[in-house]
């Protein structure tokens, strides 16, 4: 197959993690032909993230598999509408619509247990006389929260090196829903502590995706990672690829 009709898969991390949650499934994507990219995402805000995985998109030569994991998902639903996205696959993540936040969409549900565990930090913002706030999880609740099926060693790592999420991102609405006009895939962590796996039902199916429920923590492409690239596999043959 020639390099420009070959799809790259579009990695997209979510908030209090980063590209490296992806480690199990990249080997599973390239075996299978797949380029794949994992950029790390600056977190910084949903707008402003959305505008950088979108830059990243632009580059890739051919097109993209657009996957998005927890916050990521919410990423892709804005940076989804790039021109050569070809389909969306949403991991435990949020599916927003226009004019939705992340804060709206899942205050429709019982909290899963995450904002009694969350630790709020100020940080710089350059040119502004103000904090931002960053929003990460309290490390000893990390890994019943967040990685419960993973290696106890893996989770106490993942614990101490979280990508915090401003918090600015949890209130800003999204401008656009790319599934609206492409193709939808979405996996349901059943045992999600992080997000309430309703949350993840209601966005996915709202979308009319192509759903499936895997048993599993939060952190699915790390204990589930053959059925995370299958969906991706799905997903791929299904836009012709």
């Known amino acids: 197959m020639p390099r420009h009709a070959r799809?790259?898969?579009?990695?997209v991390h979510g908030a209090f993690a980063d590209a490296s949650g992806f480690a199990r499934v990249v080997p599973e994507l390239t075996a299978a032909g797949l380029d794949v990219l994992?950029?790390?995402?600056p977190n910084r805000g949903l707008v402003d993230d959305a505008a950088y995985i979108a830059s990243v998109i632009r580059a890739v030569e051919g097109?993209?598999?657009?996957?998005g994991h927890s916050y990521g998902g919410a990423v892709i639903t804005l940076a989804g509408t790039e021109d050569n996205v070809r389909a969306l696959v949403y991991l435990?993540?949020?599916?927003?619509?226009?004019?939705?936040?992340?804060?709206?969409?899942?205050?429709?549900?019982p909290d899963s247990g995450l904002g009694e565990a969350l630790v709020y930090t100020p940080f710089p913002v350059p040119g502004s006389g103000e904090p931002g706030t960053d929003v990460s999880v309290a490390v000893d609740r990390?890994?019943?929260?967040?990685?419960?099926?993973?290696?106890?060693?893996?989770?106490?790592?993942?614990?101490?090196?979280?990508?915090?999420?401003?918090?600015?991102?949890?209130?800003?609405?999204?401008?656009?829903?790319?599934?609206?006009?492409?193709?939808?895939?979405?996996?349901?962590?059943?045992?999600?502590?992080?997000?309430?796996?309703?949350?993840e039902r209601y966005g996915y199916e709202r979308a009319g995706m192509t759903t499936v429920e895997v048993d599993s923590s939060?952190?699915?492409?790390?204990?589930?990672?053959?059925?995370?690239?299958?969906?991706?596999?799905?997903?791929?043959?299904?836009?012709?690829?």
Request: charged share 15%; no cysteine; glycine share 6%.
């Open 142 to 199: 990390f890994p019943a929260l967040f990685a419960a099926d993973v290696a106890p060693d893996l989770a106490a790592v993942l614990a101490v090196s979280q990508r915090p999420l401003a918090a600015r991102a949890f209130a800003e609405p999204a401008p656009v829903a790319a599934w609206r006009t492409k193709p939808s895939w979405g996996l349901v962590a059943s045992a999600d502590r992080t997000i309430n796996p309703d949350v």
């Open 63 to 67: 097109p993209v598999i657009l996957v």
């Open 92 to 109: 435990a993540g949020y599916a927003l619509k226009e004019g939705e936040s992340l804060g709206e969409l899942q205050g429709g549900f």
């Open 218 to 241: 939060h952190l699915v492409m790390l204990s589930q990672p053959k059925a995370v690239a299958e969906l991706i596999l799905e997903a791929a043959r299904s836009t012709g690829h």
């Open 38 to 41: 994992a950029p790390a995402v």
């Open 7 to 11: 799809p790259t898969v579009v990695l």
